[in-house]
């Protein structure tokens, strides 16, 4: 192996480890305001950061872009609910691969139907369930960053030393970005085959979901 040395793939993968998710339990039952949900926030995830002393988890101006982007609830008397939480921590980690519009698709049907405790199913269980799944994916990724990275050690073997470790370096670097790249189309492509699909009514043809409503605007014309 000589893409740096072995410490370089064990740093990534102690890296991984310290990816943590926000349990439900560590998110206050009670109201908070701004300053108290970006400071809970910064608390829970800073280390997942590149550089947890300079990088900002939340601000208040992102906070307010989510709400106006319709990606988050308004706040109740400028306080935000445990729930409001959830779907900030999905905004967190959906935003490095998707767009605005994107997280917009994929958020609106969860918070309508389960923000407020719309359906005997909560937000907080559905976060339960899908975290739990991240969890048990840290070890899958493990497993294929090792396979990744004793390829791209198999490359440029007849070139000179200084070279070659860079140049397997970037062999590294271009699979994990193929990869990176083709979850993301993948995705796209999901959410436009969502997006394609008719919205569903509710009684007396009222839209089901805001998709329907962003379509036909407020009054059920086209706007």
């Given at each position: 192996m000589t893409i740096s040395t072995e410490d370089l793939l064990n740093s990534i993968l102690k890296s991984l480890d310290r990816i943590d998710y926000v349990k439900p339990e560590d998110i206050p039952n009670?109201?908070?305001?701004?300053?108290?949900?970006?400071?809970?926030?910064?608390?829970?995830?800073?280390?997942?950061?590149?550089?947890?002393?300079?990088?900002?988890?939340?601000?208040?101006?992102?906070?307010?872009?989510?709400?106006?982007?319709?990606?988050?609830?308004?706040?109740?008397?400028?306080?935000?609910?445990?729930?409001?939480?959830?779907?900030?921590?999905?905004?967190?980690?959906?935003?490095?691969?998707?767009?605005?519009?994107?997280?917009?698709?994929?958020?609106?049907?969860?918070?309508?139907?389960?923000?407020?405790?719309?359906?005997?199913l909560t937000l907080e269980d559905i976060y339960?369930?899908?975290?739990?799944?991240?969890?048990?994916?840290?070890?899958?990724?493990?497993?294929?960053?090792?396979?990744?990275?004793?390829?791209?050690?198999?490359?440029?073997?007849?070139?000179?030393?200084?070279e070659r470790k860079f140049l397997q370096l970037f062999s590294f670097v271009c699979m994990l970005s193929f990869d990176v790249y083709v979850k993301k189309l993948l995705i796209e492509k999901l959410l436009d085959a969502y997006s394609a699909e008719p919205a569903p009514k509710g009684k007396k043809g009222q839209p089901k979901n805001a998709r329907e409503t962003a379509e036909n605007g407020p009054s059920g014309n086209n706007a």
């Open positions: 009670i109201d908070l305001y701004m300053d108290q949900v970006t400071t809970l926030m910064d608390s829970k995830l800073k280390n997942s950061t590149r550089n947890p002393d300079g990088d900002k988890i939340l601000t208040k101006t992102m906070i307010n872009n989510y709400a106006k982007n319709n990606l988050l609830p308004p706040p109740v008397k400028k306080k935000y609910s445990k729930e409001h939480v959830l779907i900030l921590i999905f905004i967190y980690y959906y935003k490095g691969v998707m767009s605005i519009n994107d997280i917009q698709t994929i958020l609106q049907p969860i918070t309508e139907r389960y923000f407020k405790g719309q359906s005997d339960n369930e899908v975290f739990s799944l991240e969890r048990e994916e840290v070890e899958v990724l493990k497993k294929d960053l090792v396979e990744k990275f004793t390829k791209a050690g198999q490359t440029f073997k007849e070139t000179e030393e200084e």
